[in-house]
């Protein structure tokens, strides 16, 4: 009766592991939390001396720890086979599980790599997370006890299963919310976005005692480049605009399509002197650049820019796109390819010197 009981508890607890993990990875859509739950759950039920998730990166596809648990992690990561790949790189390409029960003593790896702080005894477990088309990762657990993981290999293949799609979920939750917030021909924020950055900034602002700027920013004569040479090219003159943009901006700057050929720039804990600096910097690099949006298409394309600061010229985020568009209005009454500050008016194409 006593080994039935026994037996009964253990599998009570598996149960309560199963269904903890399973809860946690299904009732979450942000990544890091997935891949804490992840990890905890793991150290819970095999109780390794380290342990790490290895991920590969959405954008440059390089694996990375993402997830790394221990000090002694970063020894194995050092870790080669034979034929010179890491653990986690044959892994990622193969999406088999490698398992050994001794390093040292492993055919497959070259032991010169193996540090000789890792123990000589230490068991190494790498399972893929995947699903059937795609590879997110691999765990990695080191200084297992096999025999609890080759009783438990099918629960752990579970684990990393559900992994996969808690992942793969919450990584297409987060593109469509970059959709809902980004222009499809720019790839810069939309408008919507707009007014829900500037509110936070706002309400950090009057935290803080910051300034900011907000440029406001249109192409001059854009209507005649789509009369002229049709939408298509248009477009990409667009797209051209928004890189242009990008490569003159800090990190912490944000910029947005506001609509047509209409920008916003928002630029946090930046006085309006310092704004026009970055507006000056703007309209540089419009007329130093070659707009070439075909091969033999050659166009010289020049903006209009406001720049209005919180809190001097407005406080809301309305009001403060209200005042740039109005100063970049001034710009288009006096003449196109201009700046206009807040209580400075249009500063002078001189002024863009250097």
């Known amino acids: 009766m006593k080994i039935a009981s026994a037996a009964t508890e253990s599998r009570l607890y598996d149960l309560t592991i199963f269904h903890d993990v399973a809860k946690a990875l299904t009732s979450s859509l942000d990544l890091d939390s997935i891949l804490e739950t992840i990890m905890q759950k793991m150290a819970a039920y095999f109780e390794p001396a380290t342990w790490a998730l290895v991920m590969l990166d959405e954008t440059s596809g390089e694996p990375h720890y993402a997830a790394p648990v221990g000090p002694e992690f970063h020894r194995l990561n050092d870790v080669r086979l034979k034929e010179g790949q890491s653990l986690a790189d044959w892994v990622l390409g193969t999406g088999e599980s490698i398992v050994f029960s001794d390093l040292r003593d492993a055919p497959e790896v070259d032991v010169a790599t193996v ?9 190494v477990v790498c399972l893929p997370v995947h699903t059937v088309n795609s590879i997110f990762g691999v765990i990695q657990l080191m200084g297992i006890d096999l025999r609890v993981y080759e009783q438990n290999e099918l629960f752990l293949r579970t684990i990393a ?3 996969a799609i808690a992942i793969e979920n ?31 900034e706002v309400h950090r602002s009057a935290r803080f005692g910051y300034e900011f700027s907000l440029l406001f920013l249109d192409l001059d004569h854009f209507k005649d480049v789509n009369d002229r040479y049709g939408h298509i090219v248009g477009s990409k003159l667009i797209a051209m605009a928004g890189q242009c943009l990008r490569e003159n901006l800090r990190l912490i700057d944000a910029a947005f399509r506001y609509g047509g050929d209409e920008f916003a720039i928002l630029l ?4 309006r002197d310092a704004g026009l600096f970055v507006a000056r910097r703007i309209l540089r690099a419009f007329h130093h650049r070659d707009w070439r949006p075909e091969p033999n298409i050659s166009i010289a394309l020049r903006a209009s820019i406001g720049v209005a600061g919180y809190p001097q010229d407005a406080i809301t985020p309305q009001e403060i796109v209200h005042s740039a568009d109005e100063l970049m209005y001034q710009v288009k009454q006096a003449g196109r390819d201009n700046i206009a500050v807040a209580g400075s008016g249009i500063v002078g194409i001189a002024d863009l010197a250097g």
Not at 177 to 188: A, F, G, M, N
Not at 268 to 271: A, K, M, R, Y
């Open 115 to 123: 540090d000789s702080r890792i123990a000589k005894d230490c068991a």
């Open 161 to 163: 299963d559900y992994a």
């Open 170 to 200: 919450a990584r297409a939750v987060r593109r469509i919310q970059e959709l809902s917030i980004t222009d499809d021909c720019t790839k810069l924020y939309n408008q919507r976005h707009l007014f829900t950055v500037l509110d936070e």
């Open 268 to 271: 946090p804990q930046t006085s």
